[in-house]
């Protein structure tokens, strides 16, 4: 309570208070909230109090996180060690495109809580590096993410080197028919708990649509960037080289810019995640896999240069901005040819998109920048992916340019009250 203190939390959010006297009894759990309502501290806290509450001499972990995505993991563990500070339990991350010789070392040292990738997981279990039989607590992160990513073989391997007696949660941001049949095989008698309707779009975003020429996108984005002086701006593209070449467009537009994606080596990610921070770089250029899981903090805007073919992962994309009772824009990009998943998107998530006429678009500033080598890292052999993090975000203006008005910053302040 001391470390929950002093982050400034009085008050659990609803998936908070309704997951964590659950947890704490000892229940199984499926738990469906939407992204950004504080799932991670929902079975965070009640691990922590119930593992501190039942001491135990072994060295091997006792609670087990798994997650699909390296970063994922890492916020993860952050939040373990934040809220168990005061606390003498031991807590380890693993995850692929590092060394694995000092997680095998800390792993040896002894571990209470170990959050994991599929992946790197099982290759220290094949190493013999990981003892995963005394594990009480099994938390499924992301597991709609997990499926979508092809890790349900992983993850039944990673099931079976499990003790059969222990307590299970899983947390996904959606329910799909294979989360309903994967919780078969892995829950006994759970508590569901939902706080949002399924698929539904994050209620604190303002989302807007621009129908426009494909060939105009580019123009377009470059155009609202600058004259709406958007400081920090997440954009969505459909692929590793799409994100590049968007990334170099808007270097050449005078405009400070750096991809992430799955071909991006890990050193390369945490230095533009690290300048997107610092607000070093005005916009990340992303994949879907920095769509799930990570906590983008005030993050004012999202752009959706390409819509996704899977309209739920439209809910995860824009669920990066008005995250933990902040607001935020989410703005999509839309061509003729993807008026048809605009539509899917609104019947998916129940909600109707504004569509906004196209502002009058001025020409670019002739760049004064060094244009910086955006070609891809050489590809990471692993089973693990990445998705971005960031945080900074201050009030920021939405302008409607051609369209009649102008909007404040959608009041990204984050509530000092809420987990």
Do not use: C
């Not at 939902?194 to 303002?206: G, L, P, Q």
């Amino acid at each position: 309570m001391r470390a929950v203190s002093e982050r400034g939390y009085t008050d659990p959010t609803p998936v908070q208070a309704r997951a964590i006297p659950e947890i704490l009894a000892g229940r199984d759990m499926l738990a469906g909230a939407q992204t950004g309502t504080g799932k991670t501290a929902g079975f965070t806290l009640p691990i922590l109090q119930r593992l501190h509450a039942n001491p135990s001499q072994s060295n091997a972990p006792r609670a087990l996180v798994l997650t699909p995505t390296r970063e994922l993991a890492a916020q993860v563990a952050e939040s373990v060690r934040s809220y168990g500070k005061y606390l003498s339990l031991r807590s380890a991350v693993v995850f692929g495109g590092v060394n694995i010789n000092p997680q095998i070392g800390q792993l040896r040292r002894g571990v209470d809580i170990l959050i994991a990738t599929p992946g790197r997981l099982l290759d220290h279990a094949q190493q013999r590096t990981v003892d995963l039989s005394h594990v009480e607590i099994f938390v499924l992160d992301e597991a709609d993410r997990m499926l979508d990513m092809g890790f349900i073989n992983d993850i039944r391997r990673v099931m079976r080197l499990l003790p059969n007696k222990r307590q299970n949660l899983m947390f996904s941001a959606t329910y799909s028919d294979d989360i309903r049949k994967l919780t078969q095989g892995l829950l006994k008698n759970p508590v569901e708990v939902e706080v949002a309707r399924r698929n539904a779009a994050v209620e604190s975003v303002m989302q807007i649509a621009h129908m426009v020429p494909k060939d105009t996108k580019r123009a377009l984005l470059s155009h609202l960037i600058r004259a709406n002086d958007w400081s920090q701006v997440l954009i969505f593209t459909r692929t590793k080289h799409g994100a590049n070449r968007l990334t170099k467009q808007l270097q050449d537009d005078s405009i400070s810019a750096a991809a992430i994606h799955g071909n991006k080596s890990q050193s390369a990610r945490v230095a533009a995640l690290a300048n997107f921070k610092q607000g070093n770089v005005r916009a990340l250029v992303a994949t879907e896999v920095a769509a799930r899981g990570l906590d983008i903090k005030e993050l004012p805007f999202v752009v959706n240069y390409e819509l996704p073919n899977v309209p739920e992962d439209y809910v995860h994309r824009i669920g990066r901005t008005g995250r933990a009772g902040a607001t935020g824009t989410a703005v999509s990009l839309v061509a003729p040819d993807e008026s048809g998943l605009l539509k899917d998107i609104e019947r998916v998530t129940g909600k109707s998109i504004r569509r906004e006429a196209l502002p009058e678009i001025s020409a670019p500033p002739v760049s004064r920048e060094p244009i910086r080598d955006v070609q891809q890292a050489p590809a990471q052999h692993n089973r693990d992916n990445s998705r971005p993090a960031a945080n900074n975000g201050s009030q920021r203006r939405w302008g409607g340019g051609g369209n009649g008005g102008n909007r404040q910053g959608r009041g990204n302040q984050r509530s000092g009250s809420t987990w």
